[in-house]
């Protein structure tokens, strides 16, 4: 059985902030068997660190802006084009940058200081959603320059996540690791609620080009938050030795030495590459459920599964003290997989939304086990490759399945694509299952 090791959580770097938080005195485990609701509750734990209190708050603002262009980019796309399969081209074109520097972006991060690297890297998404904004206001309607843009943007955010995830276990004990987890998860994914739902409402009102400054405007916010942090620098003089090219290779084989990890990624690509239909919506929300306004559904289906994962994160303290890790992601998986199903299935928006976000609470367990599971596992001077690699699996599976759905959805019909990739999640995910007692076994 794979059991994680325990390693004491450095606070070196947070440690005057520290000095800060409240503290009642109650040991952990005597504070999580309160009665009533807050035994259910989000644990909130972590906040109580005020280094990961910043971290956590940088995304609050943010979260909104970044789901305003992730809604406008590919609306602007099929604006121009007309076709579901064009905004799965496009997606694709954003793979490449997003793996090169996601996976160099890791390494960068365990040998340089984690907080110059958030910095540095947010400011350039600000300046990238600033061209976002000027090319849309002058009316460019030019594919090519979205690619491009898209591009810049995704060499960015591989750069920015590594560090930021890999931070989240130098500011909190490995026992707080789940809870931290669904603390960021939940804040992200309540953007993905309102960001959407807020793009559908302002498009007929402001337009596209608006909503693109918008989300540069946001970003000021997080390089404030993140200039208050403390400084991350790598905790031993090996990991500031290594060289960038190297370090990744190292990650690849820490990664095969280290079944698990492997196993977790592989569950993450085949609940999204086969079950995540998001390049369809457009067309969905234009054609299938055109009767209740373009505008509401598209809104409302980008939102649906970030509403299931709010909804799941609020009511974490449910799950987020299992030990079984690996077994949690399992079925998190299968109940994705089954919940995409649903929807190829529905004909009626209400219905649809509702299995969107079953497998929103599905995808936010997952992405809380996913995530306690890479952090535990690997040790500090691994963590920001691991994260690089774990940025990869889950920014470029979707936009893998952007291409699969898009050009299946074109041939085949949208209702046949959805149905038959969620049934292949469910399919591939049991025959890993079965397969791989490494990941159904993992638990701390």
Not at 71 to 77: E, G
Not at 335 to 347: C, D, I, K, M, R
Not at 393 to 407: C, I, K, N, Q, S
Request: with cysteine; glycine share 10%.
């Amino acid at each position: 059985m794979y059991e994680a090791v325990r390693k004491p959580v450095d606070t070196s770097e947070s440690t005057t902030d520290d000095k800060t938080a409240p503290d009642d005195g109650a040991p952990d485990g005597q504070e999580r068997q309160s009665k009533g609701w807050r035994r259910w509750a989000m644990d909130t734990r972590p906040l109580r660190r005020p280094a990961f209190r910043r971290l956590w708050s940088s995304t609050i603002v943010t979260s909104v802006g970044s789901q305003l262009t992730a809604v406008a980019v590919p609306k602007q796309i099929y604006d121009i084009t007309h076709s579901s399969a064009w905004v799965g081209y496009a997606s694709l074109a954003g793979l490449l940058p997003l793996t090169v520097f996601a996976l160099w972006g890791g390494a960068i991060a365990d040998r340089m200081d984690r907080r110059k690297l958030l910095l540095l890297t947010n400011l350039g998404l600000a300046v990238t959603s600033v061209l976002f904004w000027v090319q849309a206001a002058i009316g460019l309607d030019s594919v090519l320059t979205l690619v491009v843009l898209l591009a810049l943007q995704q060499a960015f955010f591989g750069l920015n996540s590594p560090a930021r995830s890999a931070s989240i276990a130098r500011l909190v004990p490995p026992e707080e690791l789940p809870a931290a987890n669904a603390l960021g998860s939940t804040v992200m994914q309540t953007g993905l609620v309102a960001g959407p739902l807020l793009a559908g409402a302002l498009i007929p009102v402001i337009g596209l080009s608006e909503l693109y400054l918008i989300d540069a405007l946001a970003l000021c916010v997080t390089l404030w938050a993140v200039a208050r942090l403390p400084a991350m620098p790598p905790l031993t003089a090996a990991a500031k030795a290594t060289t960038g090219w190297q370090s990744v290779a190292e990650g690849f084989r820490y990664i095969s030495v280290h079944k698990v990890l492997l196993l977790s990624f592989l569950a993450d690509i085949i609940a999204m590459v086969f079950g995540m239909p998001r390049a369809l919506f457009p067309q969905l929300a234009a054609q299938t459920y055109a009767p209740y306004g373009e505008g509401l559904a598209l809104g409302l289906l980008f939102a649906a599964i970030p509403i299931g994962a709010v909804l799941g994160g609020l009511m974490s303290g449910t799950f987020s003290r299992a030990r079984r890790h690996g077994l949690m992601v399992i079925a998190a998986v299968i109940a994705w997989g089954a919940a995409v199903t649903g929807l190829g299935l529905s004909t009626n928006l209400w219905v649809a939304v509702a299995f969107l976000a079953a497998a929103g609470v599905a995808d936010m367990v997952s992405m809380v086990f996913r995530g306690a599971i890479l952090l535990s596992a690997a040790t500090d001077e691994m963590r920001g490759r691991m994260q690089g690699v774990f940025t990869v699996v889950v920014a470029g599976g979707p936009r893998l399945a952007d291409v699969l759905h898009g050009t299946v959805g074109s041939a085949a019909g949208v209702r046949a694509a959805i149905a038959g990739g969620g049934l292949m999640v469910i399919a591939a995910t049991l025959v890993l299952a079965l397969a791989t007692p490494a990941l159904r076994e993992y638990r701390i």
